[in-house]
């Protein structure tokens, strides 16, 4: 699994500058077989989306990504996650909960953009609620058990 978040931010939640993050990206998606988490569109989606098979987009309801931001930044403040970068610990962020927000109306048409602009051929798969992340995941699993 290849965690955009951990190649990007720097310890203290500082910005990458764009170059050294794009050389990490090509770096962790060089072998033939990854997954992405993030798109970091206008930063690496054309890098990631240049060599994917499919694009997995998982489409929840912003109150919900609102609760969880809460959730995390109350009471799993000391947890250790795969997904979050060395020295940012969880936290509260009002940005954040504004870019969750305003998600659907202000990041999805730049990304769809990028989309078609890199990936248009690429198969999309919209998961929209926790039985079809479910069933998607099981669908994948049963295929490597040959």
Known sequence: MVHLDVLYWRPGWKPSDRPGFRTRVTEAIAGDAWVVDGSFSGLAFDLTLARADTLVVIDRPRWL???????????????????????????????????????????????????????????????????????FLESISAGTDD
């Open 65 to 135: 990504c609102q609760w969880r931001i809460l959730w995390r930044s109350a009471f799993d403040r000391d947890a250790t996650r795969s997904d979050l970068p060395e020295g940012c610990p969880e936290q509260f962020d009002w940005k954040l909960m504004r870019e969750a927000w305003r998600y659907g109306t202000e990041r999805t048409p730049v990304i769809e953009a990028e989309r078609l602009q890199y990936g248009s051929d690429v198969p999309v798969v919209r998961l929209r609620r926790d039985r079809d992340i479910q069933g």
